[in-house]
RNA sequence: GGGUCGUUAGCUCAGUCGGUAGAGCAGUAGCCUUUUAAGCUAUUGGCCGCAGGUUCGAUUCCUGCACGACCCA
């Protein structure tokens, strides 16, 4: 707190003389007994005259946003958590103390008033003050009250800030958490049950990812934080717990981009006696069910520039020959692995030589079919090869009963019919075991205990996993995922002060 | 990881073809009892991101670094 600029010198300047007159600058005994948004919703319809007769008198708290004073009298707006209300502070309504801490407030600090409503000559429902009262000094300045706070990289720091003056910020993230609310309601009202299953792994596995290492001093081991609840999720199907769902973060050791934050948070649901088909139907119920509790026109969603149509049935595109009717594929290149790397490669693409075809198809898929896939589809008939836990076509054994739901060029959603076969998902983890050892570090781990698992038992099952961020940027038209989470992660910057 | 752009007052932004920097808001002092980005008058405030180089002289040109935005991988 040593080298403070002047503004911040001067309103700690502020607070010492409030001290030294016996007014209390963090004051916790003031009980507000108003919300400025119930205020505006009760009163703002009442003509000026009866407003007065009716004498209606509250206590309201909240941060000053605006201070407007000339000479014996002036207006404030106080903002609590569910709007703003402004306040008339007249020489000759308060006390002669009241009216000279009113004269020393600076805009940010958080005061309590207590007066009666009124209507001024605009027909703004005003608190008209009897008594104010210091609750919070705030020492440092707000940022402009017209422009607010642009800088992004201060805005994604200092959230506080940002939610102080950018309205929009706590918008989207109430819509964040009504469509949380919603996804959970209609999971629910499908007999789901809502589980936590552990986010430190002894093992990686579930997903195809490097993962965060950790350390547990006790035991001594190092633990993985998970890069996703699956395979925990399906031992709870083998248990009985036949319909499950976790709404929790994944974190995954990758880079930062527009979509991808290092702990992100998905909803992963799995349901017995059920194949992937039902999965696209259910899918689609949930994003109405979304739409319709949060007033969105499904047929037109603003996201990024573009009008997305979520009328239903969404499409449905098989992953071969989307390579071909979207991406511009011919028979060959999807079938001759030297073309097809050839062609990734002139894409800028990082292949290696020692791939898979069906891994270098995938990366041409990410180019050149993605993009394009604007209004939902469901990509389906991925090849086995890229969808280690996913069960087996039994009318094509090198394909897999597993989609993937794009939006707008996003990825959405995951899901397929689970391979529950023990011996087939045994030698799947000793596939994924080789490729760790050729140094693929995003390869999963043998998990003994989880073919134990399939060996008592895991009925034929469906399961699914939901990108809850991108489906907070679809709804509220934000196309970077750091506007969607509170707090993205940044990196240090140097010289950070103590 | 690569490329492009950015970093100037608390905030939002100008600007300097290389000669110690401006505006608006905020702040301060004064006037003002119904304002709405209140108004009027005056005024304080800057390691021009950090380090190095070129130069008589660098905030400006060059290099490196840090952080960020966007694009690509």
């Known amino acids: 707190m040593e080298d403070r600029n002047k503004l911040i010198q001067r309103r700690i300047e502020k607070l010492k003389e409030f001290k030294s007159k016996g007014i209390e600058p963090y004051n916790n005994a003031f009980l507000p007994d108003s919300l400025a948004e119930d205020l505006h919703k009760g009163y703002d319809e009442t003509d000026s005259e009866e407003l007065i007769n009716k004498d209606i008198c509250v206590a309201v708290a909240g941060r000053v946003m605006a201070y407007r004073s000339f000479g014996k009298a002036g207006f404030m707006k106080l903002k609590d958590f569910s709007g703003q209300i402004q306040v008339y502070a007249e020489k000759n309504s308060l006390s002669e103390e009241d009216f000279k801490l009113y004269k020393k ?262 180019a050149l079919v993605e993009p394009k896939l604007i209004n939902p589809t469901f990509v389906v008939g991925y090849p086995v090869a890229i969808s280690p836990l996913a069960r087996r076509s039994s009318e094509n054994p090198d394909i897999t009963e597993r989609f993937e739901l794009f939006v707008s060029g996003m990825e959405m959603a995951n899901g397929f019919s689970e391979l529950n076969d023990p011996f087939d998902q045994k030698e799947r983890f000793l596939k994924q075991l080789e490729e760790r050892k050729k140094g693929d570090d995003e390869a999963s781990m043998y998990d003994a205990d989880y073919i134990r698992a399939l060996e008592y038992g895991l009925p034929p099952t469906a399961g699914e996993g939901i990108g809850i961020d991108r489906l907070v940027m679809l709804m509220t038209n934000h196309d970077s995922i750091r506007d969607v989470i509170l707090f993205p992660l940044m990196k240090d910057k140097e010289n950070e002060e103590i």
């Open 105 to 366: 407030i600076d805009i940010g600090d958080i005061i309590g008033v207590e007066g009666c409503l009124f209507k001024t000559k605009t027909k703004e429902l005003t608190i008209k003050a009897k008594k104010i009262v210091l609750l919070t000094k705030s020492i440092r300045p707000l940022p402009e009250k017209w422009h607010g706070l642009q800088d992004k990289e201060l805005r994604y720091r200092q959230r506080y800030v940002d939610l102080i003056v950018n309205n929009e910020v706590k918008e989207t993230m109430i819509k964040r958490a009504q469509i949380i609310n919603a996804i959970r309601d209609f999971m629910v009202q499908n007999r789901f049950i809502e589980v936590e299953t552990p986010m430190m792994h002894k093992l990686v596995g579930g997903a195809t990812a490097k993962p965060f290492i950790t350390h547990h001093n006790a035991l001594d081991i190092d633990l993985y934080l998970r890069i996703a609840p699956e395979l925990y999720l399906k031992r709870l199907v083998v248990g009985g717990m036949e319909r499950v769902f976790e709404i929790n973060r994944n974190f995954r050791n990758e880079g930062m981009d527009l979509k991808h934050n290092p702990e992100f948070t998905m909803m992963e649901f799995y349901i017995a006696y059920r194949r992937y088909t039902f999965l696209l139907d259910f899918t689609e119920e949930l994003f109405e069910y979304i739409f319709k509790r949060l007033g969105i026109d499904e047929k037109k969603v603003e996201f990024n520039n573009q009008t997305i149509d979520f009328s239903r049935p969404w499409k449905r595109l098989d992953f071969f020959d989307g390579l071909k009717s979207v991406g511009g594929l011919d028979e060959e290149t999807i079938k001759n692995k030297e073309k097809a790397y050839n062609l990734a490669v002139e894409l800028g693409k990082s292949v290696k030589k020692d791939m898979s075809l069906e891994k270098i198809l995938a990366e041409l898929f990410d």
